[in-house]
Nanobody, 123 residues
Framework: VQLVESGGGLVQAGGSLKLSCVASRRTVSNNGMGWFRQAPGKEREFVAAIDWRGGDTVYTDSVKGRFTISRDSAKTTVYLQMNSLKPEDTAQYYC?????????????????WGQGTQVTVSS
């Protein structure tokens, strides 16, 4: 399975971006999906996850109320709407396919990863 992220870029603090992640196979429609991010010199961290139906979501505390994860009706594309962006949101953002039908906050529960898209928030 290949995952291709897009939608990253440079934005001022307070602005918005919407990331997309397209999977190459429809089989991912039975799997949870998630977004992670990695800033320079830091570990890759969990951002948001969604279950295979798109009805159950989970977020890391720092993005609650600002970011929204969703997936399309075919369930092969996952989105991350990011509002009220802050400089500390600057990172490479990665999408991933979970091992099972639920999303997870743990990197170990994901099998396939994209190459990432860069998000830079200026102050």
């Amino acid at each position: 399975v290949q995952l291709v992220e897009s939608g990253g870029g440079l934005v001022q603090a307070g602005g918005s971006l919407k990331l997309s992640c397209v999977a190459s196979r429809r089989t991912v429609s039975n799997n949870g999906m998630g977004w992670f991010r990695q800033a320079p010199g830091k570990e890759r961290e969990f951002v948001a996850a969604i279950d295979w139906r798109g009805g159950d979501t989970v977020y890391t505390d720092s993005v609650k109320g600002r970011f929204t994860i969703s997936r399309d009706s075919a369930k092969t594309t996952v989105y991350l709407q990011m509002n009220s962006l802050k400089p500390e949101d600057t990172a490479q953002y990665y999408c991933a396919v979970a091992l099972g039908p639920l999303g997870s906050t743990s990197r170990d529960r994901y099998r396939y990863w994209g190459q990432g898209t860069q998000v830079t928030v200026s102050s």
